[in-house]
């Protein structure tokens, strides 16, 4: 399209002398506009798997060979090494609360492309892909159910769900959760695995940042306990928000911790980063957690947080 001509149009506001010499075709600048080079994902290698799916499972940090009936009754940790296997959000729910004491909320909430982001693959594809995946539909299960004789407000991210990332339905569901658990009077439980803000979302993620820490600040003037858990890997737009404002902040052994990626702050700070860097054995040691609770001893360790937390109450 003539860009000067179009410019005389509309600058002038007067009838334009002469029109576009070349009339823009279907689609015309705009198409050569949109066309960007194809990501080649056939380079990007795949790894011919060693053994049948479903039966054994590798670990990443011993090499044993771990059958997956066991890892599944082992919270899916190595019963070699202990090395921590992610693992589903409903399933680390039913690990933690007595049985058929959780009551989901907003289980329905989904997420809307307001943005229409159109990228390799569009959000909405993704989503409704990821929907039929799982039983998930987005990356947060809220809801209110019993440890021992507490009634808390537990929030479980899952890192299947688009990589753990926050958009409006996890800020949402998270702010619902915390705002039931300040008018009940019982203390909030969220437990962290993200990569960040949903880039798909854009400025509306970003926004969960400040409404979860919102709720929480209200929620600390009721002075009622929040407690986060971190679970590898958290990272950015989480961790700067809710992840990292709990009253006690606890961990998972190994789990990677952070803000920016080890690789961006060693390209910016030009320094070697310390061994262990990011893990939580390394933020315990500087003071950012609080303690590391294997996933097999999670429930009994937060009862005990619990009976402690409350019996200032009474
Ligand atoms: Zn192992």
Redesign the pocket.
């Known amino acids: 399209m003539d860009t000067t001509s179009f410019l005389k149009k509309t600058i002038s506001g007067v009838t334009q002398v002469e029109p576009a010499l070349t009339p823009p075709t279907a689609g015309g600048a705009q198409a050569t506009f949109a066309k960007k080079p194809k990501l080649d994902s056939a380079k990007s290698k795949t790894r011919k798997r060693e053994i049948p799916e479903g039966l054994w499972t590798k670990?990443?940090?011993?090499?044993?060979m771990?059958f997956d009936k066991e890892l599944d009754e082992n919270l899916q940790v190595?019963?070699?090494?202990?090395?921590h296997f992610p693992i589903g959000s409903r399933e680390r729910i039913h690990s933690l609360v007595e049985t058929c004491s959780f009551e989901e909320m907003d289980a329905e909430m989904a997420s809307v492309d307001v943005l229409g982001f159109k990228g390799v693959a569009t959000y909405k594809s993704k989503l409704d892909a990821l929907k039929k995946k799982s039983t998930l539909k987005d990356a947060v299960v809220t809801g209110i159910g019993k440890m021992g004789a507490h009634t808390v407000a537990l929030g479980v991210m899952d890192f299947n769900f688009l990589g753990g990332s926050m958009g409006s339905v996890v800020g949402e569901k998270l702010t619902r959760l915390i705002e039931r658990g300040t008018e009940g009077g019982w203390p909030v439980i969220i437990i962290s695995t993200s990569g960040g803000a949903r880039m798909y979302e854009g400025m509306f993620s970003l926004m969960q940042m400040a409404k979860t820490s919102a709720a929480l600040a209200y929620h600390a003037q009721r002075k009622l306990p929040y407690i986060s858990i971190l679970v590898n890997p958290d990272y950015a737009g989480v961790m700067a928000s809710y992840a990292s404002l709990g009253d006690l902040i606890l961990a998972e052994p190994k789990a990677m911790i952070g803000f920016a990626g080890p690789r961006v702050i060693k390209d910016t700070t030009q320094a070697e980063l310390p061994p262990g860097f990011q893990t939580s054995e390394f933020l315990l040691d500087h003071g950012l957690i609080d303690a590391i609770v294997p996933r097999k001893e999670m429930k009994a360790q937060l009862v005990k947080y619990l009976d402690y937390l409350a019996s200032g109450k009474k």
């Open positions: 670990c990443p940090s011993c090499a044993s771990i190595c019963p070699k090494c202990e090395h």
